[in-house]
């Protein structure tokens, strides 16, 4: 029989198998119950965090210009019940907590911080230049650290003394993320282009790294870390290389993406951001390895809700485990997920995935066109076509026999609306890679 047959008919049968475990559970969510935020004027969720089985924050914005109302929510009760502790004009775009009592929330231009659990917030000193910051990491009361884009390069600073004055650190290449291991050990990168910075010495100076930047990041030791843009990477040597961690892939994927991932230890990763079809539905899956990333499986944890694209995650111990939606449709479990996980039955196992890269479109986001780049190294037929939210085909850019070698593709957005949208990549037929898009008008 064919190969890829046989990979198609496994796959089929391993979700009928799946979906019929499900229907024997007494809730039909497979170990998730599932949670919603209140609906708050249809505000968008902006982050999420937990931390303890109990207590969990979360912050609503769109990064639309608007005068209108986000908030910062609490729960005590697992998520089952949030409530507003504060509301303000313009967006909330982040939010995280030292411990249970000292957290911050990133509010525009502002930097609002809580001493007492979220019952008071006050604004903390920053620097007069800022436009709206892009991100925050503190590591102490006293140390933290901020992104923001400004005339003439994109800023990071660093205060010692609780804000009261701040360091420029850097300037320069474009950056809306942060993480800082420890005082010395920390990356800097961008989420939208190829930026990528280390520094081992708090800042002082930035190396600019070969690979892309990130998502999201950890690191458990100095050595050891994970982080993520659509793909999944881990190093050993203190991110000076990374080497990809293939997701499970399949002829049902909507997309295979790595947009958001939670430690429980240095085996035991949950990570979510890819979509898979079922029938006329599209359903966001959740991904786990328990082997530091070199194995990945994965699981559709709904059979109700039809919950899609899980973007914000958080795990606080092996057992309890939150997912959500930016739309505040969430799933919990207090049991650590389903015991049903689909293993990597991928149609790359019969493609060789260092034959073929399909790299992120740039600029992104765009308006209204942006640059596609491929690698082939055997002569293949080369197919890449643009899909919608709902997984609709928009386009085929690309349908040839193509030899060995490089190449791009211009995609225009002129005819189509502003969104999300997904480029994939078939080789031979078979859909080998897919990676997001976003077009803002």
């Given at each position: 029989m064919d190969k890829n047959k046989l990979t198609t008919i496994i796959f089929y049968f391993s979700i009928?198998?799946?979906?019929?475990?499900?229907?024997?559970?007494?809730?039909?969510?497979?170990?998730?119950?599932?949670?919603?935020?209140?609906?708050?004027?249809?505000?968008?969720?902006?982050?999420?965090?937990?931390?303890?089985?109990?207590?969990?924050?979360?912050?609503?914005?769109?990064?639309?210009?608007?005068?209108?109302?986000?908030?910062?929510?609490?729960?005590?009760?697992?998520?089952?019940?949030?409530?507003?502790?504060?509301?303000?004009?313009?967006?909330?775009?982040?939010?995280?907590?030292?411990?249970?009592?000292?957290?911050?929330?990133?509010?525009?231009?502002?930097?609002?911080?809580?001493?007492?659990?979220?019952?008071?917030?006050?604004?903390?000193?920053?620097?007069?230049?800022?436009?709206?910051?892009?991100?925050?990491?503190?590591?102490?009361?006293?140390?933290?650290?901020?992104?923001?884009?400004?005339?003439?390069?994109?800023?990071?600073?660093?205060?010692?003394?609780?804000?009261?004055?701040?360091?420029?650190?850097?300037?320069?290449?474009?950056?809306?993320?942060?993480?800082?291991?420890?005082?010395?050990?920390?990356?800097?990168?961008?989420?939208?282009?190829?930026?990528?910075?280390?520094?081992?010495?708090?800042?002082?100076?930035?190396?600019?790294?070969?690979?892309?930047?990130?998502?999201?990041?950890?690191?458990?030791?100095?050595?050891?870390?994970?982080?993520?843009?659509?793909?999944?990477?881990?190093?050993?040597?203190?991110?000076?290389?990374?080497?990809?961690?293939?997701?499970?892939?399949?002829?049902?994927?909507?997309?295979?993406?790595?947009?958001?991932?939670?430690?429980?230890?240095?085996?035991?990763?949950?990570?979510?951001?890819?979509?898979?079809?079922?029938?006329?539905?599209?359903?966001?899956?959740?991904?786990?390895?328990?082997?530091?990333?070199?194995?990945?499986?994965?699981?559709?944890?709904?059979?109700?809700?039809?919950?899609?694209?899980?973007?914000?995650?958080?795990?606080?111990?092996?057992?309890?485990?939150?997912?959500?939606?930016?739309?505040?449709?969430?799933?919990?479990?207090?049991?650590?997920?389903?015991?049903?996980?689909?293993?990597?039955?991928?149609?790359?196992?019969?493609?060789?995935?260092?034959?073929?890269?399909l790299t992120q479109n740039f600029p992104n986001p765009f308006n209204p066109k942006t640059i596609i780049?491929?690698?082939?190294?055997?002569?293949?037929?080369?197919?890449?076509?643009?899909?919608?939210?709902?997984?609709?085909?928009?386009?085929?850019?690309?349908?040839?026999?193509?030899?060995?070698?490089?190449?791009?593709?211009?995609?225009?957005?002129?005819?189509?609306?502003?969104?999300?949208?997904?480029?994939?990549?078939?080789?031979?037929d078979i859909p080998v890679d897919t990676k997001k898009m976003i077009l803002i008008r």
């Amino acid at each position: 029989m064919d190969k890829n047959k046989l990979t198609t008919i496994i796959f089929y049968f391993s979700i009928l198998l799946f979906i019929i475990a499900f229907n024997f559970s007494d809730n039909g969510s497979g170990g998730w119950t599932q949670q919603s935020i209140p609906f708050l004027n249809n505000r968008k969720l902006a982050d999420i965090t937990f931390l303890d089985s109990l207590t969990g924050y979360a912050v609503t914005g769109d990064n639309i210009a608007s005068s209108d109302t986000d908030y910062v929510l609490k729960t005590t009760n697992a998520g089952n019940n949030w409530n507003i502790i504060l509301g303000k004009p313009r967006d909330f775009s982040k939010v995280m907590f030292l411990n249970l009592d000292t957290g911050y929330v990133l509010h525009g231009d502002e930097i609002l911080r809580t001493t007492n659990a979220g019952a008071i917030w006050n604004n903390i000193p920053v620097p007069s230049d800022n436009f709206g910051f892009s991100n925050i990491f503190p590591i102490s009361f006293d140390t933290m650290w901020i992104c923001y884009p400004y005339i003439g390069g994109n800023i990071i600073k660093r205060t010692t003394n609780a804000g009261i004055t701040w360091i420029t650190q850097y300037q320069g290449l474009s950056v809306d993320k942060l993480y800082m291991f420890n005082g010395n050990l920390g990356f800097a990168g961008s989420s939208q282009v190829p930026t990528f910075l280390k520094t081992t010495n708090s800042g002082v100076n930035w190396i600019l790294q070969t690979d892309n930047g990130f998502i999201d990041i950890y690191f458990s030791d100095t050595l050891t870390g994970w982080k993520a843009k659509g793909d999944m990477k881990k190093t050993t040597d203190g991110g000076n290389t990374w080497i990809d961690q293939p997701l499970p892939n399949g002829p049902n994927f909507t997309f295979s993406s790595m947009e958001a991932f939670s430690n429980v230890n240095q085996d035991t990763i949950w990570g979510s951001g890819g979509l898979i079809r079922l029938g006329n539905q599209r359903r966001g899956i959740l991904y786990r390895t328990t082997n530091g990333g070199n194995n990945w499986a994965y699981q559709i944890p709904d059979t109700s809700i039809n919950s899609i694209e899980y973007l914000y995650n958080s795990f606080i111990n092996k057992n309890n485990g939150w997912f959500y939606t930016n739309i505040r449709n969430g799933i919990h479990t207090t049991i650590g997920g389903d015991t049903n996980f689909i293993t990597n039955i991928n149609s790359n196992n019969f493609i060789n995935p260092d034959n073929y890269k399909l790299t992120q479109n740039f600029p992104n986001p765009f308006n209204p066109k942006t640059i596609i780049k491929y690698e082939i190294k055997k002569q293949s037929l080369v197919t890449i076509k643009v899909f919608n939210i709902l997984g609709v085909e928009i386009e085929t850019l690309v349908e040839s026999k193509q030899q060995p070698g490089s190449y791009k593709i211009e995609f225009d957005g002129s005819n189509i609306s502003s969104g999300v949208y997904f480029y994939s990549l078939y080789i031979d037929d078979i859909p080998v890679d897919t990676k997001k898009m976003i077009l803002i008008r």
